[in-house]
């Protein structure tokens, strides 16, 4: 994946810590560390981040109590 025009975003919740960022590009998802932008990117192809964010949203990653 070329990520040299890749416009990364972090979320409006994001704390003053630091935070993953996503760039969304038509051949997948990169995701990397806001706090080391210049460290390794996981990219994600679109129809595995599809998976990922249903998964998310349904909960299946919420830590028991």
Not at 42 to 58: M, T
Request: charged fraction near 30%; hydrophobic fraction near 40%; charge should be negative.
């Amino acid at each position: 994946m070329d990520l040299s025009s890749a416009e990364f975003r972090k979320s409006r919740f994001s704390g003053p810590n630091g935070c993953v960022e996503v760039a969304i590009q038509d051949d997948g998802v990169a995701v990397r560390d806001s706090r080391n932008r210049d460290g390794a990117v996981l990219e994600f192809s679109p129809g595995d981040w599809a998976v990922f964010l249903r998964g998310v949203k349904a909960g299946e990653f919420d830590l028991e109590q």
